[in-house]
């Protein structure tokens, strides 16, 4: 009987609870035990947070959204916060703990669920001999050795509806709807829910953007008659001249950027230049909720059984991923080498310029 533990960290997305299904049922089949670490190693750090799941305790959450394990962005265990006995707070390494705890407790394996951030702890935790199978989670899309991660078209489709929703009200008023949407350095989300919702103008951090572009594309559709303009930002879309919006700047303690506020800086460069009526909207995490679509579930289940293979198979240190169509594995430091960028000579760049769609550029 073989033993292993799951655990789920950085930010949410949908289709998480669809890969503990899978590796639970997948797991059971086999004649093994899973356990499940809450908010990321937590469960290694205190037994109160780790459970055990079997079928019955998984049972329909592979169309839920989140994680029923819980999931944070802020456990790093190479450098974990904590209070020492004067009430001051310390970093420190608890990774030799964790390593402990997890022999201690006779696992033969980790799946780790999670983004670059997440994987790249998992490598660290590889090399100090844990065996880790990696499963690639983000809305963004940005992991390089992957086609697709799951996460990516329920958010995608989250925020084309909210476009089609707004079409209608700046259709109403004569209004440029300003619309942020994720996707950190990478312009994924914006790209194909710009595409697919129909906006005039489409911002994204591979593309650094001039104001005079944008504006001239909604002085255009003045001039066709079209009174209302959709314009989707990336949150981490760049000005021309590499001006970074960093929501998070001037926080006392903050040093991290904090991807946000290009949607608002957007809207109000157009409203002074054109003078024409302009709102901003952050999706934000809303595009993190809700269930997943058919294909992040289906995605999803197919990485939980690929991880359980792997196990069977004795391959550690690698991550599942979709290539071609197809399940396959590669090393988790090669998945987590890069932040996967959109092609700009791609169909998708050349068919949003061939529809007539601006790039700021």
């Not at 991290?256 to 909207?281: M, N, Y």
């Not at 809303?286 to 997943?292: N, V």
Request: aromatic share 6%; charged share 25%.
């Amino acid at each position: 009987m073989k033993k292993v533990v799951i655990s789920t960290g950085g930010g949410d997305a949908p289709g998480l609870n669809a890969v503990i299904y899978a590796v639970v049922h997948a797991c059971y089949r086999r004649g093994w035990e899973v356990y499940g670490s809450k908010s990321g190693y937590s469960g290694f750090l205190d037994l109160d947070d780790m459970i055990q799941l079997r079928p019955k305790d998984v049972e329909g959450i592979y169309s839920t959204g989140g994680t029923i394990l819980g999931s944070t962005n802020k456990g790093n265990p190479f450098a974990r916060p904590v209070l020492n006995l004067a009430g001051e707070v310390q970093i420190v390494d608890v990774s030799d703990k964790i390593l402990k705890n997890f022999n201690r407790m006779g696992f033969d394996c980790h799946i780790a669920i999670g983004g670059d951030g997440s994987l790249q702890l998992a490598q660290k935790f590889a090399e100090k001999g844990m065996p880790v199978i990696g499963v690639p989670k983000t809305i963004d899309n940005d992991l390089e050795a992957t086609d697709r991660t799951f996460g990516f078209d329920t958010a995608v489709s989250t925020a084309t509806d909210a476009l089609d929703k707004l079409h209608s009200t700046a259709k109403s008023h004569d209004r440029v709807m300003v619309v942020e949407v994720m996707g950190r350095d990478s312009g994924w989300i914006a790209l194909y829910s710009g595409i697919s919702g129909g906006a005039d103008v489409i911002l994204i951090p591979e593309i650094p953007f001039d104001m005079e572009k944008v504006n001239a594309k909604i002085s255009d559709n003045e001039l066709r008659d079209k009174h209302y303009s959709i314009v989707v930002v990336a949150e981490g879309a760049i000005e021309k001249g590499g001006k970074v919006f960093n929501k998070g700047a001037g926080e006392l303690g903050r040093e991290e950027v904090i991807l946000g506020g290009v949607g608002e800086w957007v809207a109000q460069q157009i409203r002074h230049d054109t003078e024409k009526d302009t709102r901003s909207l952050v999706l934000g995490h809303l595009q993190r909720g809700g269930s997943p679509t058919t294909f992040d579930r289906l995605l999803a289940l197919r990485f939980g059984t690929a991880a359980v293979r792997l196990v069977e198979q004795g391959i550690f240190g690698h991550m599942v991923a979709l290539v071609d169509s197809k399940m396959g594995a590669v090393p988790i430091a090669d998945a987590i080498r890069a932040r996967k960028k959109v092609n700009l000579d791609s169909d998708k760049i050349l068919t949003a310029r061939n529809i007539g769609i601006c790039l700021g550029d």
